[in-house]
């Protein structure tokens, strides 16, 4: 999920960008408030600086690359 040395890294999201530039929830933001809460009960933020909305993806921006390794790890290791 997240290589060594990178800041940044891509998760699926089912949202989608228009064509004026504005995201769209797929499912009405369910999965981005599930998912904003699972980040704030681990230990906060976990380092995350922030975020830019991809058609079918979000791309995620740390401080440092181990706390999107961090990150990586436990976003794998999460129970869905």
């Known amino acids: 999920m997240a290589r060594s040395g990178r800041k ?7 949202l989608m960008v228009t064509s ?4 769209v929830w797929m499912d009405q933001g369910e ?8 980040l704030q009960s681990q230990k906060g933020s976990m380092g995350l600086t922030g975020y830019s909305h991809m ?8 401080k440092t690359p181990e706390h999107c390794t961090a990150f990586g790890l ?7």
Not at 20 to 23: E, I, L, P, R, Y
Not at 31 to 38: L, P, Q, S, Y
Not at 74 to 80: H, L, Q, V
């Open 8 to 14: 940044t890294v891509k998760i699926k999201a089912p």
């Open 74 to 80: 436990k976003y794998a290791g999460r129970k869905e």
């Open 20 to 23: 004026d530039k504005k995201a």
């Open 55 to 62: 058609h079918g993806y979000m791309k995620l921006i740390f």
């Open 31 to 38: 999965w981005a408030r599930d998912f904003f809460g699972w």
